[in-house]
């Protein structure tokens, strides 16, 4: 899924899926509904837990989940009563890019590069998109699998 499809994304954007064959229960996802754009994708069995966990969390917290709600929302503080009812935020681009680029320089998958007289951190170039890399690699497994 495009990084810019997830801060759009709201609860009755999600459909659930249950294999019948198998025991995988999926989500069937939306993205950018409404718009020319519209795709629709599946998550793992993984994805779909991870998912109704952190709902099951914020719900735990006190806000209500609608159809229309973020799927992800803003951060919030979780001994701030109001804060959590008020109307939810979704997350926005920027904070999820920061969050995968946080993510991968503490995993070592990304390493700290010095710039030269002149550079612009946004400006110099990786070897591997840091978001769209995932796409990538998802895209090229596939190929690689019809390939065995």
Known sequence: ?????????RIEHLQKVHD???TAKLYQITAYDGFKEE???????ECRTAIENYIKFRQDCGEVITP????????FDVDDLEQIRKKARKITVKVIVKMIS??????GISTSEHLKKGEHSSKVRKQVMRTHGF??????AKVNAKNI
């Open 1 to 9: 899924m495009r990084v810019g499809a997830i801060p759009d994304l």
């Open 20 to 22: 019948q064959k198998s």
């Open 39 to 45: 795709y629709i994708t599946f998550c793992t069995p």
């Open 68 to 75: 229309k709600s973020p799927l992800f929302r803003e951060q």
């Open 102 to 107: 946080k993510i991968l320089h503490l995993s």
């Open 135 to 140: 796409r990538k690699f998802v895209n090229a």
